[in-house]
């Protein structure tokens, strides 16, 4: 019997935003040169999937596990590009996945995403803190 391979979280949001509807794809790439074994290099830093939602225009969409989600979305704010990607109409989205209950009293666990509009307004309070 073959083993079944698990979806990491960018697999995860690409596939829950084609059931929503999105056109997508991932933007991050393997550097092979980089660090001592290479490392995955999010689009301007912080962008691993760009999602077209008729309604919402371009989305850049930043995805994580269930303990990544402040430190993530503490580097986008303080990453330059992404300030401007806001000042140019896009959108960005914090997505972490955690394992939720179905259903109250039950067993079984279903992978779930935390979706966090980033604003323009949590980059004016973020400078103000500093």
């Not at 393997?30 to 077209?52: C, H, K, S, T, V």
């Not at 939720?100 to 980033?118: A, D, F, N, S, Y």
Request: proline share 5%.
């Amino acid at each position: 019997m073959p083993v079944k391979k698990r979806l990491n979280y960018t697999q995860k949001t690409l596939r829950a935003c084609r059931e929503r509807g999105y056109i997508c794809d991932k933007t991050e790439k393997w550097n092979a040169f980089a660090g001592p074994f290479g490392q995955r290099e999010d689009l301007f830093g912080f962008i691993d999937l760009i999602a077209l939602d008729p309604k919402q225009g371009i989305i850049a969409i930043q995805s994580t596990g269930p303990h990544g989600h402040s430190q993530h979305r503490k580097a986008i704010l303080e990453n330059e590009f992404a300030l401007e990607w806001l000042r140019c109409k896009g959108v960005i989205e914090l997505w972490s996945w955690r394992k939720l209950l179905k259903k109250r009293g039950g067993k079984l666990r279903i992978w779930t995403p935390r979706i966090e509009p980033i604003t323009r307004e949590m980059f004016e309070n973020d400078r103000k803190k500093n």
